[in-house]
């Protein structure tokens, strides 16, 4: 079967650093990625992540640890405009994406 | 990025009715794909094709059917729409080089 699980939501402060994490088990892994997504809108892309460490891309970055099935997407110096929801999937082969049901963060003032 | 459009991008209907979907893209992406999100279960693959030869049936694929006309169009069908249909359908293309998925900007149906 396939699992992906991730906070159902989250706050922060304008400016503050806020952790989103996934862990997952899946059939087939061949990456994954990070999606944002606002109310009512497409998601959009932030991040792929296939082999384990650290990627930075300027105030986000993510993690991955393929041996843990485990990773988070880190914002740092957020925004207001940071409200939405976070998406993690796991590429299981042939781009067949498999989600999460998301993680919606509300920064307020 | 992947120029992706999806049409209609609102839509109700009534129970019974047939519906189509339709997408186009301008990037010359040969992998195309029809989601459907709904509150608190997230994105969910209904139908991928890989070329205009391959379709393949996704986790959801009961209910709906697909048609890929040409590289740039695939398009998904309700033969019978019900109220549980009702949802946000996406559309969305790989790029080949980088795996990455883009998504067109969504069609909201709602079944009476």
């Known amino acids: 079967g396939q699992n992906i699980d991730q906070p159902t939501e989250m706050t922060a402060t304008e400016g503050a650093i806020v952790q989103i994490n996934c862990t997952y088990q899946?059939?087939?892994?061949?990456?994954l990625f990070w999606y944002q997504q606002h109310a009512g809108e497409a998601p959009t892309f932030l991040s792929y992540?296939?082999?384990?460490g650290l990627e930075e891309k300027g105030r986000f970055s993510s993690f991955l640890s393929r041996s843990k099935g485990y990773s988070y997407l880190l914002l740092k110096e957020l925004q207001m405009k940071d409200s939405a929801s976070y998406l993690c999937?796991?590429?299981?082969?042939?781009?067949?994406?498999?989600f999460g049901t998301g993680t919606r963060l509300l920064v307020s003032p | 990025d992947a120029d992706v459009t999806q049409t209609p991008r609102n839509r109700i209907t009534k129970t019974g009715k047939r519906i189509m979907l339709e997408c186009s893209q301008t990037?010359?992406?040969?992998?195309m794909y029809w989601y459907r999100q709904d509150p608190g279960l997230g994105l969910r693959l209904i139908y991928y094709?890989?070329?205009?030869?391959?379709?393949n049936k996704g986790e959801i694929s009961d209910g709906y059917s697909v048609s890929r006309q040409a590289q740039a169009k695939f398009s998904l069908s309700l033969e019978s729409a019900i109220p549980n249909q009702t949802a946000l359908y996406f559309c969305?293309?790989?790029?080949?080089?980088?795996?990455?998925?883009?998504f067109g900007p969504g069609t909201r149906l709602t079944v009476l």
């Open positions: 969305a293309t790989t790029d080949g080089r980088t795996d990455t998925q883009y």
């Open positions: 992540n296939v082999l384990d």
């Open positions: 990037k010359g992406h040969d992998r």
């Open positions: 094709s890989f070329d205009v030869k391959d379709i």
């Open positions: 999937a796991v590429n299981t082969g042939f781009q067949k994406l498999v």
């Open positions: 899946t059939s087939g892994f061949n990456g």
